[in-house]
């Protein structure tokens, strides 16, 4: 018996859930597959334990205990694991079906049903939403028992004294902090030459003092050679040298995700056509997708972490929202360009940014007519006095002359929330003149953020004719 | 002997200073006038050293010494003041002056010196920036030991055991939840009848949660009656009982301030024309001036705290920026609208608003117009979950049908630093239906505007026809 359905949707994380409470709600019927927890990463192995345990660590007090601090994280996350699986299965339009979906063809999805049985289902659309899973790590000696990647962190029922974090990416950073503070001994180290290699070098800086200062051991360029069980030490090599970490607790394993599309059955999408491949797939990228979800093959759609787009929980509920957008009004104008796509990483301090990477942004635009304006909270807001920051800052790349903003960096406390404000500001294209007329509460961080217009203002303005010859000479230039 | 000055500043607050600065840095001869401490209340008694003490008390931890944070308050306070006053001393084209101020006519001033003697000086312009002062409040047997204001609060030594605060504003909210974090027993009374009466009522029904919360006692509607300093009992009246407050350490009286502009001499200004008056001044809202902060008299300005508008040190910052203007460029075209305006409670959690009162929303339009949205972080965010708030929205007021912004306040933590989204996005005209299509990280607070947005549309999709003749019914239609 097969069942038809107008969307399918494998995977019931959050870019999955977007789109099916979204096709549910507009009255279309959706089946939607899930092979492993509802609520995929983002609530079973991510942001909400990983936020909680953030949270915790943060008011962590003296004399308390740092294992109730896990148990409440993983209580916590088990109490939204079971509201939401109770939910989905719930939801009107929605039959929800647990068990791995293969492609059987272009339309056709079988499902392996836990009972070891299968379903066929047919439908109109089908959005690949499976995600992606922790990289893995050979290190020779290292036992199951001592590894830990993010999906077996939040288990955790007793505080590592010594945890050796593997990566320098923003997992890694955001655990390194968190369990520095619930008491543990924490070494990084890393393939990296710095800690988040994703951000401005002047966010790695900051970062790096702050690990210095809350003595996180930390070593770049770095490699692991192997795991001695009987000492409990962990070998790396770094250069032509190597360091032993001693009494190493758990190494938590943070370099990186591999996406979730092997299992699929992508190449039954045409099993017919012979020669003609099935949904085009980068081994390295994912899913390969347009700017609305579209995937090669007409009608098979992909969003989230399975597609090559910013790995965050945010941009797969965006993609989601397109998709649904794309699949029931596809008459309806929808912008082609995507959204920006903001990151934050819940370090302390917070690093956050929008806009062009330094690498898009030498693709955009000569370097010369950019004007890169940086604010140190500590020596350049009352705020950073008052809450005694020393490190910090909000970097804006900008358009010499017009003041467009074309990227901006925020480090320090509340970065993930003031970022926002650049985001409304380079989606609407409002200039750094309008932003020196607005009045921002103080004393806060993001007066800060008068301080870089008027910055801005003051370089532009003394030196108008410097400018204006900058702008016309580059903006019309070749990027370098 | 009568030195001539391009601008006379009466007053080096933080209104004084931005004219100060920015007169002398367009090179224009200045002279500074100031009887008590650089800085103003900002750094002295106001915000520099009441943000420093509450970042303190929120990370107060068990086992330590709360007076030691009360003397880093004081040190922290002493030497940025002690930083600004020499930096005063040596601005380039700046005179500065200590001593008191006084018109003796329309473009001349006398100022009398520590030292007993007097100097004249004469200027083309003169800016009246002598901020206010807090309002005192006479309790029968209550001593001046035992009663404070903040002016006097942050020379406090040692913790009060029991605080008792007078009034329900921005500072008497604050200080309640900083001392009771450090430790302090709080009660608080008021003549208002909510906390924070300039909030909308659903923030003042937050905050008085997190009061009872931390067992903060308050009394509202009620007045003083008497201190009995045998006894340390103050007794307060409310309605036909009476409320005896014992072991009463100190009193702290925030009942709001008093505008400084009765030693000016502003009648000075004309004495030579009988009948016609000086500076225009309101008793009770002080010195009268239009959005440029032109008083009525030519050539005389006024910014600050002694003015009408919003008594904050960054609305003060905001006018003495547009006096600079007025007076440097007078052919410039200056926007007439005074800029929004933002306010910010540091209370925990914080409120912040921006855009229309609930009494300027009434004057402005029909209520009919209006679509509330109200965001709760508790049921709404998944920050709200794994953080624990209990507490705190986002309210939005927009136009139906057009999702043009008009107020929002938030209650909630990074409150302060959240707003200035909204006031960017109130102060371009950017419509909920924009604010729908950014992506915010996850997870944060800040992500409950997009469900504000996410809400707007939803209500005005699905009821397409009727928020369209609510539109065409209310758009033109009486405030009611």
Chains 1, 2 share one sequence.
Not at 123 to 129: F, K, L, P, R
Not at 443 to 467: C, H, Q, W
Request: glycine share 8%; charged share 25%; aromatic share 8%.
């Amino acid at each position: 018996m097969t069942d038809h359905y107008q969307t399918v949707v494998i995977g019931a994380g959050s870019g999955g859930m977007t789109v099916a409470i979204g096709m549910a709600g507009l009255g279309r019927k959706v089946a939607l597959i899930e092979g492993n927890h509802v609520g995929g990463d983002c609530t079973n192995v991510g942001c909400v334990p990983s936020k909680t345990l953030i949270h915790l660590a943060k008011n962590f007090k003296p004399g308390m205990n740092p294992d109730d601090a896990l148990r409440e994280v993983t209580c916590k996350r088990d109490a939204l694991r079971d509201k939401e699986t109770e939910e989905v299965k719930h939801l009107k339009n929605v039959t929800f079906i647990e068990g791995w979906a293969k492609f059987t063809a272009p339309k056709e999805i079988e499902v392996a049903l836990k009972d070891g049985s299968t379903r066929k289902l047919t439908a109109d659309n089908i959005v690949i939403a499976t995600g992606a899973r922790p990289r893995l790590l050979d290190i020779p000696g290292l036992t199951k028992e001592r590894t830990l990647t993010n999906e077996s962190l939040f288990d955790l029922m007793n505080l590592p004294k010594h945890l050796v974090i593997v990566g320098a990416g923003i997992i890694a950073l955001e655990m390194a902090f968190a369990f520095q503070k619930l008491g543990s001994q924490v070494t990084m180290f890393a393939l990296d030459s710095r800690p988040l290699m994703t951000a401005i070098p002047e966010a790695s800086e900051v970062i790096q003092k702050e690990l210095d200062r809350r003595r996180i051991s930390t070593h770049y360029n770095a490699t692991a050679q192997g795991f001695d069980e009987s000492k409990r030490t962990l070998t790396i090599k770094q250069g032509d040298g190597f360091i032993t970490l001693h009494n190493v607790d758990k190494v938590l394993v943070a370099i990186g995700r591999v996406r979730n599309f092997d299992s699929l059955g992508l190449e039954q999408v045409y099993p017919e056509r012979g020669r003609r491949a099935g949904v085009k797939v980068d081994p390295r990228l994912g899913v390969l997708v347009n700017s609305f979800g579209e995937t090669n093959v007409k009608s098979v759609y992909a969003i989230g972490d399975v597609t090559p787009t910013s790995a965050f929980t945010h941009s797969a509920n965006a993609q989601g929202r397109r998709v649904v957008q794309r699949i029931a009004f596809p008459y309806l104008p929808l912008v082609k360009k995507e959204p920006l796509f903001p990151n934050a990483t819940f370090s302390d301090p917070e690093v956050a940014a929008v806009g062009l990477s330094e690498k898009q942004l030498a693709e955009y635009c000569h370097p010369g007519i950019i004007r890169r304006i940086r604010v140190d909270f500590k020596d350049h807001t009352d705020r950073g006095y008052t809450d005694g920051i020393e490190n910090g800052f909000i970097v804006v790349d900008a358009v010499r002359l017009t003041g467009q903003i074309l990227h901006a960096t925020i480090v320090g406390p509340s970065a993930s929330e003031m970022i926002s404000f650049f985001t409304l500001a380079i989606s609407q294209r409002i200039s750094l003149y309008k932003i020196y007329r607005l009045v921002y509460p103080y004393p806060t961080f993001s007066s800060g953020i008068l301080k870089v217009a008027d910055f801005f203002m003051r370089e532009t303005l003394t030196n108008l004719g410097k400018e204006l010859a900058a702008y016309l000479k580059y903006r019309f230039a070749k990027p370098s």
